[in-house]
Nanobody, 120 residues
Framework: QVQLVESGGGLVQPGGSLRLSCAASGFTFSFYAMRWYRQAPGKERELVAAITSYGGNTNYADSVKGRFTISRDNAKNTVYLQMNSLKPEDTAVYYC?????????????WGQGTQVTVSS
């Protein structure tokens, strides 16, 4: 059974830090690119950060560049999102996503999300 389980969310003051984790099981983690999305109330889900299957390349939304860092540990089947200098506008539910594309199709999996609230 495929599972992506996020953890590490919570309430933090502006300027603070959090590290999100996403533990994967039920599929070959190292074959998949991993991404973090977020969705704030009343807004569309947006891509925050992405990392290739072996971690060689990363990409970030402009709004988080220089503040967030995505990383992965394929030995632990886990992807991380280190979030520093948090702002109130970072408040959202954060979702982990696994994506694999092949010449014949692909697979995509989602976690259930973890709430991040940035507030004083």
């Amino acid at each position: 059974q495929v599972q992506l389980v996020e953890s590490g969310g919570g309430l933090v003051q502006p300027g603070g830090s959090l590290r999100l984790s996403c533990a994967a099981s039920g599929f070959t983690f190292s074959f998949y690119a991993m991404r973090w999305y977020r969705q704030a109330p009343g807004k569309e889900r947006e891509l925050v950060a992405a990392i290739t299957s072996y971690g060689g390349n990363t990409n970030y939304a402009d709004s988080v560049k220089g503040r967030f860092t995505i990383s992965r540990d394929n030995a632990k089947n886990t992807v991380y999102l280190q979030m520093n200098s948090l702002k109130p506008e970072d408040t959202a539910v954060y979702y982990c996503n696994a994506l694999r594309t092949t010449s014949t199709g692909g697979s995509i999996y989602w976690g259930q999300g973890t709430q991040v609230t940035v507030s004083s």
